[in-house]
């Protein structure tokens, strides 16, 4: 019979290789969010559209591995650490807000006339930015809980 700390010693090889994905798509969310924050939206043409779609691929693939990647274990009764699972309470209803907003930015922008580029887009990306940082303070917490303080979490930069 298995120990809980066996178990857990398995697992967290497991979790650390998909927290790592998760912070690689983070970083490189991060640099196309600083890449797009630059641009002028007052002429839209088609660099805007790829660096636009190149984003909002990696945003949603980004979320899309912090729910699978830190939320699915907790989520399916499989975490037993109670420091972990006090932090989950604590911080998923902030970080499903979030998500919220992402899904939302994605699919406002899933192919958006220009001038929905041009009038809303600088306003939407701040917002966004406002939640994605909430959202990496809120998993970077997740993440030491989960894999211990010894853990280095790269820090965010916003450029490559």
């Given at each position: 019979?298995?120990?809980?700390?066996?178990?857990?010693?398995?697992?967290?090889?497991?979790?650390?290789?998909?927290?790592?994905?998760?912070?690689?798509?983070?970083?490189?969310?991060?640099?196309?969010?600083?890449?797009?924050?630059?641009?002028?939206?007052?002429?839209?043409?088609?660099?805007?559209l790829?660096?636009?779609?190149?984003?909002k691929?990696?945003?949603?693939?980004?979320?899309?591995?912090?729910?699978?990647?830190?939320?699915?274990?907790?989520?399916?009764?499989?975490?037993?650490?109670?420091?972990?699972?006090?932090?989950?309470?604590?911080?998923?209803p902030?970080?499903?807000?979030?998500?919220?907003?992402?899904?939302?930015?994605?699919?406002?922008?899933?192919?958006?006339?220009?001038?929905?580029?041009?009038?809303?887009?600088?306003?939407?990306?701040?917002?966004?930015?406002?939640?994605?940082?909430?959202?990496?303070?809120?998993?970077?917490?997740?993440?030491?809980?989960?894999?211990?303080?010894?853990?280095?979490?790269?820090?965010?930069?916003?450029?490559?």
């Amino acid at each position: 019979m298995a120990t809980t700390n066996d178990a857990d010693a398995n697992t967290r090889p497991q979790s650390r290789k998909l927290i790592d994905s998760m912070l690689t798509e983070r970083q490189q969310m991060l640099v196309l969010l600083w890449e797009l924050s630059k641009l002028d939206f007052g002429t839209v043409d088609q660099a805007i559209l790829d660096l636009l779609e190149d984003f909002k691929e990696i945003l949603v693939d980004y979320i899309a591995a912090g729910h699978f990647g830190l939320y699915q274990r907790i989520a399916e009764g499989k975490e037993r650490r109670a420091a972990v699972l006090n932090t989950a309470r604590d911080i998923y209803p902030r970080i499903e807000q979030s998500t919220d907003v992402a899904v939302e930015f994605s699919e406002r922008y899933d192919g958006a006339e220009d001038e929905i580029i041009k009038n809303k887009l600088t306003t939407d990306l701040s917002r966004l930015a406002e939640e994605v940082t909430t959202r990496i303070d809120l998993e970077d917490q997740l993440i030491t809980a989960m894999l211990g303080r010894d853990y280095h979490i790269p820090d965010v930069q916003p450029q490559a």
